[in-house]
């Protein structure tokens, strides 16, 4: 059974005990942090029209006009632990905690009050320990972690009420996180790569193999977003996006090109969809913004944030907000292009141009959104730099470098690519 701790909190400590990432992380050149938020751990993020809310350990921040302005709310409660999960709706604030189940507020945060009712249940009161939250018509659905999921209907039931039995007798009972798609919800629960979805008229959950088999031990969804055509999944611990027309089988899958996810937050504005990917890249935690404007099918960096975990993340007009490890951030998506409208890259694009291993002469290639100075750096396995960085001003788009290896042992390298702040990270891997 999971501790109270979100799975994010938990892989985020799991890192910084590691040294993998800092306790802080410096700002990155598109994104802006929200001032009036503290420099730490924003776990959830929830927009509706001009109200946006965000919380942290034991505050909700909200803003009723667009994020220019926030002030914090009182606190849910005494000893009230991290506020993990919030939905705004309507001049009503929700949140789930971990360990405490759901608080609510009718005057935006001023005041609050448990909204407990009826969620009982779950063994060594896991009923209480809520992942996410979620609004369908008037029904609210808690998602929990070690009691699968609540509902209660706002226009009228007092009570919370269990909403389905096919977590437990499928070990998915650790429900990640909630998403609706029209009327149909799905759940990313369990850790054997399923998912599971629910119509209303349906007696109980069905439960969907990502790899279109069976059970994939170790596979466990964390994230899903509905774009208005299609469903996008992200599961932790895979290098793949999932995708599916309805939700359910078959689904479609694609390599992001990342190496092994930690963690996902997705979000949509419109068709679009926007991810974080937290991945490992070069031993330090890094989350890897990218679009996709195709229900998933392929996707385009925006940037890479070293040192930054990405909970959740949330769009209001123009603007995508992060709840991260250091706090919230905000970026405008104006300027961001659709592929096929702009033949410009959104982000800094590496890769190699030749086959791996290299042997003496390695080909870098390379996409810029903007001309500018452009370094290229190569270093080992401890960190150090161990060949002439490549310096040169570069237009923007596509471009070919050559670097001479003949004095680098055999070993696995990384190569870094520098462009006013962002990077980006190859592998590469020498032999003789």
């Known amino acids: 059974m999971n501790s109270p701790h979100s799975i994010f909190a938990t892989i985020r400590m799991g890192l910084v005990a590691l040294g993998v990432v800092a306790a802080t992380t410096p700002a990155f050149a598109q994104w802006t942090r929200v001032a009036e938020l503290p420099a730490s751990d924003v776990f959830a993020v929830s927009a509706r029209g001009d109200t946006i809310?965000?919380?942290?350990?034991?505050?909700?921040?909200?803003?009723?006009?667009?994020?220019?302005?926030?002030?914090?709310?009182?606190?849910?409660?005494?000893?009230?632990?991290?506020?993990?999960?919030?939905?705004?709706?309507?001049?009503?604030?929700?949140?789930?905690?971990?360990?405490?189940?759901?608080?609510?507020?009718?005057?935006?945060?001023?005041?609050?009050?448990?909204?407990n009712e009826g969620l009982v249940g779950g063994l060594f009161n896991t009923q209480l320990d809520i992942s996410d939250l979620q609004?369908?018509?008037?029904?609210?659905?808690?998602?929990?972690?070690?009691?699968?999921?609540?509902?209660?209907?706002?226009?009228?039931?007092?009570?919370?009420?269990?909403?389905?039995?096919?977590?437990?007798?499928?070990?998915?009972?650790?429900?990640?996180?909630?998403?609706?798609?029209?009327?149909?919800?799905?759940?990313?629960?369990?850790?054997?790569?399923?998912?599971?979805?629910?119509?209303?008229?349906?007696?109980?959950?069905?439960?969907?193999?990502?790899?279109?088999?069976?059970?994939?031990?170790?596979?466990?969804?964390?994230?899903?977003?509905?774009?208005?055509?299609?469903?996008v999944v992200g599961v932790q611990a895979s290098r793949f996006v999932f995708r599916s027309a309805s939700g359910q089988g078959p689904w479609s899958f694609v390599d992001l090109g990342l190496g092994v996810v930690s963690s996902s937050a997705l979000v949509t504005r419109g068709h679009r969809v926007f991810a974080a990917f937290n991945v490992v890249i070069n031993a330090?935690?890094?989350?890897?913004?990218?679009?996709?404007?195709?229900?998933?099918?392929?996707?385009?960096?925006?940037?890479?944030?070293?040192?930054?975990?990405?909970?959740?993340?949330?769009?209001?007009?123009?603007?995508?907000?992060?709840?991260?490890?250091?706090?919230?951030?905000?970026?405008?998506?104006?300027?961001?292009?659709?592929?096929?409208?702009?033949?410009?890259?959104?982000?800094?694009?590496?890769?190699l141009a030749g086959p791996q291993p290299v042997r003496n002469i390695v080909r870098f290639r390379f996409d810029l959104p903007e001309a500018g100075p452009t370094s290229i750096e190569v270093f080992d396995v401890a960190g150090r730099r161990v060949a002439a960085p490549i310096e040169q001003w570069s237009s923007a788009g596509s471009h070919e470098v050559s670097m001479d290896t003949r004095d680098l042992g055999p070993g696995i390298y990384a190569a870094r690519l520098t462009q006013r702040g962002a990077q980006e990270i190859v592998r590469l891997v020498r032999v003789r």
């Open 53 to 115: 809310v965000a919380t942290t350990n034991s505050l909700a921040y909200v803003s009723t006009d667009a994020g220019a302005s926030w002030r914090p709310s009182s606190p849910p409660g005494v000893g009230v632990p991290f506020l993990r999960a919030v939905l705004v709706r309507n001049q009503r604030v929700f949140v789930g905690t971990s360990g405490q189940g759901v608080f609510v507020s009718d005057d935006l945060g001023q005041t609050w009050r448990a909204f």
């Open 284 to 351: 330090v935690l890094s989350a890897a913004i990218e679009q996709s404007a195709d229900d998933g099918a392929t996707w385009q960096r925006l940037e890479v944030l070293p040192n930054t975990l990405v909970y959740k993340m949330a769009v209001i007009g123009n603007d995508l907000y992060a709840g991260r490890l250091d706090g919230l951030w905000r970026r405008s998506t104006a300027t961001v292009s659709v592929p096929g409208n702009d033949p410009r890259p959104a982000g800094l694009r590496f890769a």
């Open 135 to 231: 609004l369908r018509g008037d029904s609210l659905y808690a998602s929990t972690l070690g009691a699968g999921v609540y509902v209660r209907n706002l226009a009228g039931a007092p009570t919370w009420s269990h909403f389905g039995e096919e977590f437990e007798p499928n070990q998915a009972s650790n429900v990640i996180a909630l998403a609706v798609g029209g009327t149909r919800l799905i759940a990313a629960a369990g850790g054997n790569g399923t998912v599971f979805f629910r119509d209303p008229g349906d007696a109980d959950w069905t439960q969907s193999f990502l790899d279109n088999v069976g059970l994939h031990p170790g596979f466990q969804a964390s994230s899903a977003a509905w774009t208005g055509t299609g469903w």
